[in-house]
């Protein structure tokens, strides 16, 4: 697809009347947030950014509210486990299906954050399973050390009030550099997972692959059927299936996703629709596997 890129104050009468539906979002040089709603206008990323927060509630309560209100503000779905967990629900089996379905962590490091059993949880369940990090490092906060530098904002006294919000002047600055982490973790997750899906398609004899901007791989081996592959970094939706609907396979259809987390609740009906139109729901932890069952 072709992306006409207009300089500020270009009239619409000016673009081609076939391109005008595809520049719909203003441009403003240097605006990195029309970028990402760009990418995710065309699928390149997912069209509402998710992010789990991981704190201290004793010691980031109030910066950890402020956040989830302001990136909710700005568009993001946020997991915080004051608002989202429920009484009595299975705690740690809550917090993993979140960090799953969420895709990024954002991780507020104070004093004693390291020392939180529930936090390091967190930060191992992230790199287990390759989510996306971002780390936002309070003037006392102690840098845990399996987040990298290039995932860290160090924040000083400067950037807050009295009561520990953030000022509004800073606010604004660290939201855009939160909103382009994510995208960028969630672009090269999804980039991890293509080039390992194709590879074990070629390695399987899938050697003739065409790919498209949502994510999706047809693959055929020699003068074989063609199978339709949808790639997805989050748990299984129904935006999934949308994406298969322009293809019409002479194989199989098949959906990768980290679906092996999902809780019952959504994985149930997910999958009781992809037996009803006939797509096949693969893990990705079965990626090597699962060219062996394809034509």
Excluded: C
């Excluded at 076939?18 to 947030?33: C, S, T």
């Excluded at 672009?187 to 293509?194: D, I, K, S, V, W």
């Amino acid at each position: 697809m072709a992306i006409p890129a207009v300089v500020p104050g270009t009239r619409q009468s000016m673009v081609p009347p076939e391109l005008r539906p595809l520049n719909q979002i203003p441009a403003v040089v240097g605006n990195r947030a029309a970028l990402h709603d760009l990418l995710r206008s065309v699928g390149v990323l997912s069209a509402r950014p998710r992010i789990f927060i991981s704190y201290l509630r004793s010691e980031a309560s109030v910066l950890a509210e402020q956040l989830h209100t302001e990136l909710g503000r700005k568009g993001f779905e946020v997991f915080l486990d004051r608002f989202s967990v429920s009484p009595g629900a299975d705690f740690q089996k809550r917090l993993d299906e979140e960090l799953i379905r969420m895709g990024t962590v954002l991780f507020i490091e104070s004093k004693n954050s390291h020392k939180s059993r529930w936090i390091r949880h967190e930060t191992d369940f992230a790199l287990l399973h390759r989510l996306g990090t971002i780390s936002l490092r309070l003037p006392d906060g102690k840098p845990s050390p399996l987040v990298t530098p290039d995932d860290r904002l160090d924040l000083d006294d400067r950037f807050f009030t009295k009561i520990g919000r953030l000022k509004k002047s800073a606010l604004e600055k660290i939201l855009l550099k939160i909103a382009a982490a994510q995208a960028l973790s969630e672009n090269m997750r999804m980039n991890y997972l293509t080039g390992t899906v194709s590879s074990s398609l070629a390695y399987a004899g899938f050697a003739n692959q065409s790919f498209s901007s949502d994510q999706v791989i047809v693959a055929r081996k020699g003068n074989g059927p063609e199978h339709v592959v949808r790639i997805s970094g989050l748990p299984t939706e129904l935006q999934d299936f949308h994406a298969l609907d322009p293809y019409a396979p002479s194989g199989d259809s098949l959906v990768i996703s980290p679906g092996r987390l999902m809780n019952w609740r959504s994985k149930d009906p997910i999958e009781w629709l992809g037996r009803r139109i006939s797509v096949k729901l693969i893990d990705e932890s079965e990626i090597a596997e699962f060219p062996r069952g394809l034509r």
